[in-house]
């Protein structure tokens, strides 16, 4: 049986560390090289930056950072935001990132994941989905969470599959911040529809929303924020919880 991952993500805003409610409010959570130390040292499986102003700014993911975070962890690291050409990629990876999310830019040019997975292989792909339930269907978002689609959830995750994406980020805005648990409902069904990993985003407040995320979502991993970032849940203690569900991580 593959263990599963907890994954602590840092929203990178103007070289710090943000988080926010709903996708707005955001409030500084620190520096990233220093908190990305932090969660190697307690045990985190993989770390995700996403820089998240980078898209509405139309501009590239910042380098310095990635090469900063490369030099002082030991752990793998996604990297998104304002990725859109195998260029992009090329650079990224150069810096020191083991993947790569993308989001916006795929779902303006799909044949952006072909193109990638085939240069660089699926595993170094994550597919991030922001969606958010409007009238009991779930909706794609683009940059940041604010420019809403008629893209569904399950349809797009379908295709990215099937383009090559190795990984699926799914982020519920609905839940996101709240500390009310993650959408293990929409989690659940789409681990019906594709076989590669699902990683649940958003809505985690304690450690049974992880138990859960992993039990009744069939999540491959989850990632959270805040609850890490103000020392709400503790990875160490959380993993032993999790071994204690019988769920299989890495300790």
């Known amino acids: 049986m593959l263990t599963k991952r907890i994954i602590p993500c840092l929203d990178i805003k103007n070289g710090r560390t943000v988080k926010g409610v709903n996708f707005v409010d955001l409030r500084d959570a620190g520096d990233p090289v220093e908190l990305a130390k932090q969660y190697a040292e307690l ?12 898209t509405l700014e139309r501009r590239k993911t910042q380098h310095e950072m990635v090469l900063k975070v490369a030099e002082h962890v030991n752990i793998p690291f996604t990297v998104g935001g304002g990725i859109s050409s195998i260029k992009d990629v090329d650079d990224l990876l150069l810096c020191g990132a083991d993947k790569i999310s993308i989001n916006s830019s795929a779902v ?105 995320a992993f039990i009744d979502g069939n999540a491959d991993a989850a990632l959270a924020a805040s609850v890490f970032h103000f020392g709400e849940i503790n990875i160490t203690d959380l993993k032993q919880e999790l071994k204690e569900n019988k769920i299989e991580v890495r300790l």
């Not at 045990?43 to 980078?54: K, P, R, T, Y």
């Not at 994941?113 to 269907?137: M, P, R, Y």
């Not at 990215?160 to 959408?183: C, H, P, W, Y």
């Open 108 to 212: 303006k040019r799909p044949e952006l994941i072909n193109e990638l997975s085939n240069k660089f292989g699926s595993q170094c792909i994550v597919v991030a989905i922001d969606a958010k339930k409007i009238e009991n269907e779930w909706y794609v978002h683009l940059a940041g969470g604010s420019i809403p689609t008629n893209l569904k959830l399950f349809d797009w995750a379908r295709e990215v599959e099937q383009r090559g994406a190795g990984e699926i980020l799914f982020t519920s805005m609905t839940n996101d911040g709240t500390k009310l648990g993650f959408a293990n409902e929409a989690l659940r069904q789409l681990s019906t529809l594709i076989n590669i990993p699902i990683i649940a985003s958003g809505g985690a407040g304690t450690i049974q929303h992880f138990v859960d």
């Open 43 to 54: 045990g985190a499986d993989e770390l995700v930056f996403l820089d998240i102003s980078a």
